[in-house]
């Protein structure tokens, strides 16, 4: 951000400190769609960098909108500070706001704040917190009082591996400037801060877009450009056959919640490869799917005339299903990968060694590290799917909160979409007809994997709207529903 800072400086009729005031300005407005009671007491913290000086001017800008009890206090550990920052200083001390300078943690008593805001460090950070800086945050923390973070908690790295023990501030919200930070999709974050909110101060977009950067957020622009309409006079060949190899006797729902997902995503055909067992339920519960009854050792004949074969959901792990798995292997046909198939993966590395160019793995984390072993972080983890997407040709998707899409070109794409109340058996049987559905109608691997992810996200960020829970049988019900609503603006 700070080479971006710079660019829109020396390209943009703009000062730097006009650049602050913007900041500050997008900060203030954010901050008061969930803050409007003008008598909390509010005590910013500001250290002496560009960060800070953005807290000074927020101190400003909030009095101006009527809070009436609001303190800063300058964190002066340092003897730098940047020109920014003492331009916002002056105006302060020119105000009516209150100052306070901390010279030492132990200085900081009585602090009666309703509210803080923390602009002590921002994304300058270049070294973990110690010394000064760690106790007052940790005295900060323990006043366990509703903290806004200023673009990053201070002591968070925007970027990088995260430290299993941060010591950094405790945020409720960071909101951050013009673009998030790639580790707020970590779920280490979750220490540093609960929410964040990305404001735009308008900095040159040409120019970040011209930024190199393995990662890219998905957006609903991608959707509208990517997702195809369906065609006068096409038919359900025009759609592709899909067909998923999955269930066992006590695991047949996945099966179904797959079939049901892959259909409602429009496949125009859907076989679902099942133990006999579960025959009566398929057809009772989704006659449109046709059956391929899985027994003992099933080879499937004739793979090529199906346009996509996923394999793995409640399949169960035993020498029939692993030989399965070896035999669509051999005959190099790309698959989705899923739940068992993907443990099977983890105990036969000579499989994983050959796996076909442009499949599909969904592992979530504990299928990931069986797969590839222990790792410490999940930063280090997408580095590992990046040297595997790359090496093998295939896509990864890393399964969370926030899905790490990493595709045969060495890129990652984040999935923004999806929420907790998500977080329920079944929904990655969910998405794995989905990504089925999706090859099965042509789209590539890499775009089968983005669009799949955005809009499973998107039917659970519908369905939870009102809801504490959806399921994942509701999220398959909703998914031509928001393919309709993409589509139709393109
Ligand atoms: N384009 C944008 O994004 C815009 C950005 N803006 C704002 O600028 C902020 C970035 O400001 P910044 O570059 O001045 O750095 P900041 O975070 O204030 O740190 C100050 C200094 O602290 C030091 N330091 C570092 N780590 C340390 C540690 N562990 N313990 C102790 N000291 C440590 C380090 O100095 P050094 O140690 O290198 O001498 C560093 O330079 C950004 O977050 C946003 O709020 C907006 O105003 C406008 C648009
Ligand atoms: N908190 C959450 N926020 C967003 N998506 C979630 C959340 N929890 C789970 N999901 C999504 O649900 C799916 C869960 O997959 P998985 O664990 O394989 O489920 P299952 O094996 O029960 O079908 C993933 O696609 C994941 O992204």
Known sequence: MRNVDEFTITHQ???????????????????????????????????????????????HLLLHNGYEHVKVYIVNFSARQSDDFAI??????????????????????????????????????????????????????????????VDVPTGFFSEGELSADYNGIKAYKTICFQRPKINFFFPESA??????????????????ESLSTDFYLTERTDMVRLIKNRKPFSHKGTYGHALLIAGNIDTMGAALLSAKACLYAGAGLTTACIPATGLTALNTLLPEVMALPRDEYTRIENPAKYKAIAIGPGLGINSDNEKLLESLILAARPLVIDADALNILGERPDLLDILPAGSILTPHVKEFDRIFGAHESWWARVQTAIIWARKKQVVIILKNQFSFVCVPNGKVLINPTGNPAMAQGGMGDVLTGILSALLAQGYSATDSAKIGCYIHGLAGDYLASERHVVTASEVAERIPFEMHLLSATN
Do not use: W
């Open 191 to 208: 220490v540093a801060t609960e929410h964040h909110e990305v404001v735009d101060i308008q900095l040159e977009e040409a120019f970040i």
């Open 13 to 59: 009729p703009i000062a730097s400190i006009d650049l602050m005031e913007k900041a500050a300005r997008a900060f203030v407005k954010c901050f008061l769609k969930t803050e409007f009671n003008a008598h909390k007491r509010v005590a910013i913290f500001c250290g002496k960098g560009n960060n800070g000086g953005d807290g000074l001017a927020i101190a």
């Open 88 to 149: 916002n200083l002056q105006r302060i001390d020119e105000s009516r706001c209150k100052k306070v300078i901390i010279n030492h943690p132990s200085e900081l008593k009585n602090v009666k704040a309703d509210l803080i805001i923390d602009a002590i460090l921002g994304s300058g950070l270049n070294k973990p917190l110690a010394g000064d800086y760690a106790e007052l945050v940790k005295i900060i923390n323990k006043l366990q009082k509703r903290v806004y973070a």
